[in-house]
Nanobody, 115 residues
Framework: QGQLVESGGGLVQPGGSLRLSCAAS????????MYWVRQAPGKALEWVSY????????DYADSVKGRFTISRDNAKRTLYLQMNSLKSEDTAVYYC????????RGQGTQVTVSS
């Protein structure tokens, strides 16, 4: 079924930036739609962004539109999420996944936005 491993999280001040990565193995990554989802403390899993298999189509939740950019490198089997103008409400564990429900997600990477 494949494995997804997220990295790149950390502590950042409001207005700062982070770039998350997701390394994929054991799946036909280049043919797969991919998603970023997140889960804030005490809240349900939330869809963040989507990208199609060749990177030609993307979509974003309204809460991150204009601030986050999803991309992929199929040769490196890696998914990315560039996060700019971070806000405290972006604090969450971020996961890459095979669908909007978070199927197949890895262990996640913690993003904390705080001054």
């Amino acid at each position: 079924q494949g494995q997804l491993v997220e990295s790149g999280g950390g502590l950042v001040q409001p207005g700062g930036s982070l770039r998350l990565s997701c390394a994929a193995s054991g799946l036909t990554f280049r043919f797969s739609r991919m998603y970023w989802v997140r889960q804030a403390p005490g809240k349900a899993l939330e869809w963040v962004s989507y990208i199609n298999s060749d990177g030609g189509s993307t979509d974003y939740a309204d809460s991150v539109k204009g601030r986050f950019t999803i991309s992929r490198d199929n040769a490196k089997r890696t998914l990315y999420l560039q996060m700019n103008s971070l806000k405290s409400e972006d604090t969450a564990v971020y996961y890459c996944a095979k669908d909007i429900k978070g199927t197949g997600r890895g262990q996640g990477t913690q993003v904390t936005v705080s001054s």
